[in-house]
């Protein structure tokens, strides 16, 4: 399974690298000395993902497509407590802290990536998912940290004309996160004939999810607690029941001989 996932990761990973760096790259050529930096997220959002995706065989992108479902999916569910819990559950168990908005989520993805994504999944409990993803947003805020700079600069903001000192504030205008990734993709397997039509039914991108992790460890994971028999499984049954069958014939004749 983890040999299945590995590239897609990757590839998601760059494409996020790169989502990033244009983005980011397009915010300082048109911000001014002395003024605000707003990160940039014009219509030109829908060319550059394009472009990325253009890179990929079609079929690695329809497995990311699914991958990034599946992998969104679990990192909402990660930063919100469980729907089961009570209010006096979640007060006796630290479970305080607001669930992660969107936007959020979105800030994360765009501007750390999927490493970024993993590190805060790496955390045990769900204080610290909160703690770790409102660190990483904290870190690139003037108002809230000295080391904004260094934290800016790691994300590969640098320019010879504008340094950042010359920056008073920096305001994060991320693309809202419906608009990442998903729709162009669709739009780009529509296109490439993958797919054939899309259907946004709840049931159905649950049936979607549910087939593609079952590909990916090899067995459905809602029918069968344990991989499939291997092969021969259906010959072993059929001896199993010839054998019961005799037996069973055995023991009508001792018992008509002792009648």
Known sequence: ?????????LT???????YRNTILGRSLASSQPGGSYQIYSGAAQWEDQLQIMEKYNPALLLDCYRM?????????????PPSYATAFERV???????PAS???????LMLGGVDQVQRVLSCKTYNDRRKALDMFIKGLSPSETTRWKDNWTALGITSPSI?????????IGVP?????????????LLAKE????????????????RFFISDLVGYDILRQSAPPAADGGEEDEEEDEDEQHNLDSSSDGDSDEDG
């Open 194 to 209: 993958v797919i054939e039509d899309v259907e946004f039914d709840v049931d159905t991108s649950a049936s979607a999810t």
């Open 12 to 18: 998601l990973t760059h494409f996020f690298e790169q």
């Open 163 to 171: 340094a950042l000192e010359r920056i008073p504030s920096a305001r």
């Open 1 to 9: 399974m983890h040999g299945r996932i590995r590239p897609l990761l």
């Open 176 to 188: 809202p996160l419906h608009l990442i990734w998903v729709p162009n993709a669709l739009k780009m």
């Open 92 to 98: 006796v168990r630290g479970w305080t802290a607001k």
């Open 68 to 80: 990034y479902g599946f992998m969104l999916q679990a990192f909402e569910r990660q930063l919100r």
């Open 102 to 108: 969107s936007h959020e989520i979105g800030t994360l």
